[in-house]
């Protein structure tokens, strides 16, 4: 059984192909600049890296218009099994971001074959890995959070889960929640992960129109300013602060602590 593992050089695919083939599995890791290349904005690469494939992990891209082409296509050329990586909370954010996450949510649960969702938090190596690593490493982390929690998710765990539902049963159907076992505000984020360090790095609350506008002086489009206010207004309402337990169920393991990812990341040595 081939599985794909579409964005293969992304956070949670690039760990995903290295886990499943450390267990065996034939794997066909896909993306623009991967091994296979594959790009949503071009259908007359699909066909190659569906072939042969019976299962897909489906990250969607931010467009959502080509996702239901690429799942009817998947559908005829023989997928049985898709698990597709979402967030949490999004059907509550009013439409505003996570358009294409939404759109593989419904299109495979529409599809008439095996589906699993995987709505996630935030991951630990979004502090470390590309989406807040600079401004920490500069000293400083400003964003429009508020003092709810967040049960951040090591990438690690999200990649074990997908690799249970990829290749075991009894997942058809199932959405998942996926959280870390410790809710956080950033600034206690931050605060382990300047003593670990040994780095003076601070947070900052800044108003969301301060932020936004921010964005926009740096060159961002309206419209990724405006969807990232939204994200954050939903983690201001504190809808995704409780951590859930689904990780330890479905691994036999607890869920990767907060502190262990920062004693593993972040540790001056």
């Given at each position: 059984?081939t ?29 623009r600049?991967g091994e296979?290349?594959?790009?949503w904005?071009?259908p007359?690469t699909?066909?190659a890296?569906l ?11 931010d ?29 509550q ?11 593989a949510?419904?299109?495979?649960a529409?599809s008439?074959v ?8 935030n991951?630990n190596?979004?502090?470390?890995e590309?989406?807040w ?8 982390l400003?964003l429009?959070?508020g ?5 951040f998710?090591d990438?690690?765990?999200v ?5 249970v539902?990829?290749t075991?049963v009894?997942?058809?159907?199932q959405v998942?929640?996926?959280t ?6 950033f ?8 003593v670990?360090?040994?780095r003076p790095?601070?947070y900052?609350?800044v ?18 300013a ?9 983690m201001r ?16 393991r607890p ?6 990812y920062v004693?593993r990341a972040?540790?001056?040595?």
């Amino acid at each position: 059984m081939t599985i794909l593992v579409l964005a293969a050089t992304g956070k949670t695919g690039r760990r995903l192909v290295q886990h499943l083939r450390a267990d065996g599995n034939e794997v066909r890791a896909a993306s623009r600049s991967g091994e296979v290349r594959f790009d949503w904005d071009e259908p007359a690469t699909w066909a190659a890296v569906l072939a042969g494939v019976r299962v897909v992990y489906l990250v969607a891209p931010d467009d959502p218009a080509p996702i239901e082409a690429f799942v009817e296509q998947a559908v005829r050329a023989g997928v049985e099994r898709f698990v597709v990586l979402s967030g949490r909370k999004l059907d509550q954010a009013g439409g505003r971001f996570g358009h294409g996450m939404l759109a593989a949510e419904r299109v495979v649960a529409a599809s008439g074959v095996g589906w699993t969702i995987l709505r996630s938090n935030n991951f630990n190596q979004n502090f470390d890995e590309y989406t807040w690593r600079e401004p920490l490493l500069a000293g400083r982390l400003a964003l429009p959070i508020g003092a709810m929690g967040e049960p951040f998710i090591d990438a690690q765990d999200v990649v074990e889960v997908a690799a249970v539902a990829l290749t075991g049963v009894g997942h058809f159907g199932q959405v998942y929640e996926l959280t870390g076992p410790d809710s956080l505000t950033f600034a206690e984020a931050v605060r382990m992960m300047s003593v670990a360090s040994g780095r003076p790095i601070e947070y900052v609350e800044v108003p969301a129109t301060e932020y936004e506008a921010g964005l926009l002086a740096e060159g961002y489009p309206a419209e990724v300013a405006e969807e990232l206010g939204a994200l954050f207004e939903v983690m201001r309402a504190g809808l995704i602060t409780e951590p859930t337990d689904t990780v330890a169920k479905l691994l036999n393991r607890p869920a990767t602590s907060f502190a262990e990812y920062v004693a593993r990341a972040w540790q001056r040595p």
